[in-house]
Structure formats: structure tokens, C-alpha cells
């Protein structure tokens, strides 16, 4: 459905819409990124809970002021006012877990997400990237007051630090050895720093780290012993 509507990243609330709708789905989602790893699962029993809510991992650098330089009015056509918004931003990153999530609020993601995107093609201005995670900012402010929400700071780490977080983020990497930007266009269309799980499998700089590199090396011996079945 994304790629018809000219913008890819709309699959990933068209895939959780549906697969609620298709009852497919628990009373827990979680929403993750490409270039995040659960690690530590007993963290995530302490959110558990029947009350219905939305928890976030904080990105710092995803502000109100940078959404509206990047994604300009985006406001327009919502439920609210820009100083509603603004004033109950919240700061989505990489992660996002819904408990007792309803399906109204996927729903209302995908509408917004639409609005937003056409608000842009309008405004004349080039698609912005993260307006998915636009899109979940939003529509979870929308039901402020309807559900329990929390943006946290523990949710995630990232590869050059220990913190024994639920999820590691891998995204920005550890720099000059992995950045997930030096893989984004493999030859001959552009210039590629190699195979990336190979990359990662030689990166054991951090407790972090060692532990993407575990997961990379395994995955390997499953590549090689799938090639050479015949």
C-alpha cells in the first residue's frame, strides 16, 4: 500500500491496522524500527498493565520546532491546534509499545499520516522522512487524556554504551568502524562500505556493541550453511 501511495514507510501502520483488524495481534505491540534489537526482554514486564497505553523512547533530536521546519504545518486539518501539539509534543524514537492498544488509534495514524504527507505535496515542500513518526506523535497526543502515556529515556541505548536497556538502537553506530548511512546504496548505483553484518559481526568496542556482533556472527554461520545446502 505504501509504494502505491508513493511513500513506502505508510506500510508500516497499514501492517499494524491490519493485523489488528485480523485479531492476529496480543494486547502488547510493540513498534520497532529496522535498526533496533531487543536485548533485554525482562524490562518490558514491568510495563505490562490493563490499563491502555503508549510508551516511547525519547529522541531527543525529534523537537516540535524540527517537525515544523521539516514537515511544515503539519497541524492543518488535525484535531487539534499547533499550540496543542506543541505544547504536548512528544519526542518519538525508535520504539514505541502499545498496551491494550485500540484500534482506533492505528486507524487514526493512518489518517494522519495521509494528511500530513499531502499537506506537504500541497505546500510544495519534498516528502519529510520521519513523517511516520510524525504521524504516531500526533495521533497518540490525540488521545491524551484517553490513555496512559509515557516517553522514556530507558527504553533504549546505543551501541557505544552498556546501559542494560530493553532495545539497542544501532542506527548511528560506532563511528568510523559502522554507521548504518555507510550501506545505504549498495553498488553499482552507489558506494557501499561492505556487507554490514559482516561489519557488525567485527565490532566489539562495547558491552553493546559485543552483543550486535554475537547476533551478526550468527547470523553469518545461517547464511553460510544455507548456501551450502544444496
Same mark, same amino acid.
Given at each position: 500500500?505504501?509504494?502505491?501511495?508513493?511513500?513506502?514507510?505508510?506500510?508500516?501502520?497499514?501492517?499494524?491496522?491490519?493485523?489488528? !483488524?485480523?485479531?492476529?495481534? #496480543?494486547?502488547?505491540?510493540?513498534?520497532?524500527?529496522?535498526?533496533?534489537?531487543?536485548?533485554?526482554?525482562?524490562?518490558?514486564?514491568?510495563?505490562?498493565?490493563?490499563?491502555? %497505553?503508549?510508551?516511547?523512547?525519547?529522541?531527543?533530536?525529534?523537537? /516540535?520546532?524540527?517537525?515544523?521546519?521539516?514537515?511544515?504545518? /503539519?497541524?492543518?486539518?488535525?484535531?487539534?491546534?499547533?499550540?496543542?501539539?506543541?505544547?504536548?509534543?512528544?519526542?518519538? #524514537?525508535?520504539?514505541?509499545?502499545?498496551?491494550?492498544?485500540? !484500534?482506533?488509534?492505528?486507524?487514526?495514524?493512518?489518517?494522519? *499520516?495521509?494528511?500530513?504527507?499531502?499537506?506537504?505535496?500541497?505546500?510544495?515542500?519534498?516528502?519529510? %522522512?520521519?513523517?511516520?513518526?510524525?504521524?504516531?506523535?500526533?495521533?497518540?497526543?490525540?488521545?491524551?487524556?484517553?490513555?496512559?502515556?509515557?516517553?522514556?529515556?530507558?527504553?533504549?541505548?546505543?551501541?557505544?554504551? #552498556? *546501559?542494560?536497556?530493553?532495545?539497542?538502537?544501532?542506527?548511528?553506530?560506532?563511528?568510523?568502524?559502522?554507521?548504518?548511512?555507510?550501506?545505504?546504496?549498495?553498488?553499482?548505483?552507489?558506494?557501499?562500505?561492505?556487507?554490514?553484518?559482516?561489519?557488525?559481526?567485527?565490532?566489539?568496542? %562495547?558491552?553493546?556493541?559485543?552483543?550486535?556482533?554475537?547476533?551478526?556472527?550468527?547470523?553469518?554461520?545461517?547464511?553460510?550453511?544455507? !548456501?551450502?545446502?544444496?
Amino acid at each position: 500500500i505504501g509504494l502505491k501511495r508513493g511513500f513506502q514507510q505508510l506500510d508500516e501502520i497499514y501492517s499494524l491496522a491490519f493485523y489488528q !483488524e485480523s485479531k492476529k495481534l #496480543g494486547s502488547e505491540i510493540c513498534v520497532m524500527q529496522p535498526h533496533t534489537v531487543l536485548k533485554n526482554p525482562k524490562y518490558l514486564e514491568e510495563l505490562r498493565t490493563n490499563q491502555s %497505553s503508549a510508551t516511547v523512547s525519547v529522541d531527543p533530536f525529534f523537537t /516540535f520546532d524540527y517537525a515544523e521546519k521539516n514537515a511544515g504545518d /503539519f497541524w492543518v486539518k488535525q484535531a487539534h491546534s499547533r499550540e496543542f501539539y506543541k505544547n504536548n509534543w512528544l519526542p518519538v #524514537g525508535s520504539i514505541i509499545l502499545f498496551n491494550n492498544l485500540s !484500534e482506533k488509534i492505528s486507524t487514526r495514524a493512518i489518517i494522519v *499520516a495521509e494528511q500530513i504527507i499531502l499537506n506537504q505535496i500541497q505546500q510544495k515542500i519534498p516528502v519529510w %522522512s520521519e513523517s511516520i513518526k510524525l504521524a504516531w506523535a500526533i495521533s497518540i497526543a490525540d488521545y491524551l487524556g484517553l490513555i496512559k502515556i509515557e516517553a522514556s529515556y530507558n527504553l533504549v541505548s546505543n551501541m557505544i554504551d #552498556g *546501559a542494560n536497556a530493553p532495545f539497542i538502537d544501532y542506527k548511528d553506530g560506532v563511528l568510523p568502524v559502522f554507521n548504518k548511512s555507510m550501506f545505504s546504496f549498495a553498488p553499482p548505483f552507489g558506494m557501499s562500505f561492505g556487507d554490514p553484518i559482516e561489519v557488525l559481526a567485527t565490532c566489539k568496542m %562495547s558491552p553493546n556493541a559485543d552483543y550486535l556482533s554475537q547476533i551478526s556472527e550468527t547470523l553469518l554461520k545461517l547464511r553460510t550453511k544455507s !548456501e551450502q545446502t544444496p
